[in-house]
């Protein structure tokens, strides 16, 4: 593979990737009203004052103006950081698929201009008067949301990130009315509640990556008890999600199965990830050898697919985890569930507290991305071959590096 000078390879010591985000609201679909409600910009008076206001900074991202997607240099002013708010230089921001398709207005909803990033990895240089948790020089990471109305009933359980009042880190309204931006530039503020402690074991660009899909998979493992050694695990896609999906499993002590469309990927899932094994779906007698055979299986493809094949996969009380988007209804037969009492659920990245423990964690198992670390520059690029899943398997902007403020 021919590389840029400004990029480079990182490898630890699916094609398929997560999209976190909903179809456009003109579709005349079931699941219309409730993106209306997720996306839908908040007055400023929607959620409670997060902090008094003091000075502001000027800042340079790299920001989309229309739905080319294409990016470039813009200089935007910082929201007033308020006595709870934390200003941190971003150091390294990961590329999700979601911003490819926020930036191209695939969803209908985008404002511009728009600063992408939700992987964000970055040191603090200025703490708000009633921080607490974080001091400055600290290494700390911010992820998919940066605020909430901390009144809610998911609130009040700390499982914000089903807080329909959820502000997300970019492409958004912040509470004093200004625009949300993201990591795709040389500084954020972020409310102290968003933020964690990048622990010292961890790189801070593989850091990155998992602040949405490590986290993605970590807290559906967490919340429906799949954490205990022993358990078969199946895996979905093996895009962004998908690799961590296996990584995540394998550190768990589980047996992984990587279940793929094809053969292509079979070497890179077994030799490079350390799957146990590698199913093609479309090999009849392949399937059929390895019926009631996972506890679970990690759905990471964002693109309709029928159930029923990796429904008979699954043991008694199996369940079939689903954390890709899609936006045509999906169908099973119900004998194939009810047969088996499996399950058929979902999950949305995580918790502040689940973004903790997962990243203790990783430092603890050993547990990083497989990474492509590219300058801003190169960013437009990277949005390309994402957009043909020509990455293995994360994108990380040394953003830092790149030297955005004049």
């Not at 990961?94 to 992408?116: A, E, F, I, R, W």
């Not at 240089?125 to 605020?147: L, N, P, Q, R």
């Not at 890179?268 to 799957?275: D, F, N, P, S, Y």
């Amino acid at each position: 593979m021919n590389l840029s000078p400004s990029h480079h390879f990182h490898l630890p010591h699916s094609t398929n990737s997560i999209i976190h985000l909903f179809p456009p609201p003109h579709l005349n679909h079931p699941l219309t009203p409730f993106i209306a409600l997720m996306y839908s910009p908040r007055l400023p008076s929607a959620i409670g004052n997060m902090g008094s206001l003091k000075t502001e900074k000027t800042v340079t991202g790299w920001a989309a103006r229309d739905s080319s997607g294409i990016l470039s240099p813009y200089s935007y002013t910082l929201r007033k950081t308020g006595p709870e708010d934390v200003v941190i230089k971003v150091l390294f921001c990961g590329v999700c698929h979601t911003d490819l398709h926020q930036t191209k207005n695939d969803l209908g909803m985008s404002k511009y201009p728009m600063v992408p990033g939700h992987e964000v990895v970055g040191e603090v240089v200025e703490v708000g008067a009633e921080v607490s948790k974080f001091e400055v020089a600290d290494t700390v990471g911010a992820g998919v949301i940066v605020g909430c109305c901390r009144e809610c009933a998911p609130c009040k359980a700390d499982t914000e990130q089903y807080c329909s009042r959820k502000i997300w880190s970019y492409n958004d309204v912040y509470t004093d009315g200004k625009p949300t931006q993201g990591g795709f530039a040389s500084a954020m503020v972020v409310d102290q509640k968003f933020l964690v402690k990048i622990p010292p074991g961890l790189a801070p660009e593989q850091a990155a990556p998992l602040l949405c899909a490590g986290l993605t998979v970590y807290s559906p493992m967490k919340h429906f008890g799949l954490m205990e050694t022993g358990l078969s695990a199946g895996v979905l896609g093996l895009g962004g999600v998908g690799h961590m999906g296996v990584k995540f499993a394998k550190a768990m002590g589980h047996h992984v199965t990587v279940i793929s469309s094809s053969d292509k990927k079979r070497a890179e899932a077994v030799h490079h990830l350390g799957a146990d094994s590698y199913l093609v779906s479309s090999d009849e007698a392949g399937m059929a050898a390895a019926a009631d055979t996972l506890d679970y299986i990690i759905d990471t493809v964002p693109a309709f697919h029928p159930l029923e094949p990796y429904l008979s996969l699954l043991k008694l009380n199996g369940k079939l985890i689903l954390l890709g988007v899609i936006n045509q209804p999906l169908q099973f037969l119900t004998p194939m569930v009810m047969l088996g009492r499996k399950s058929i659920t979902g999950s949305f990245i995580g918790s502040m507290q689940e973004t903790r423990e997962m990243l203790e964690f990783c430092e603890a198992k050993g547990v990083t991305s497989m990474i492509e670390v590219v300058k801003m520059d190169y960013a437009n690029e990277a949005f390309k071959r994402l957009e043909r899943n020509d990455v293995r398997y994360r994108f990380v902007i040394d953003v830092a590096g790149s030297n955005l403020d004049p």
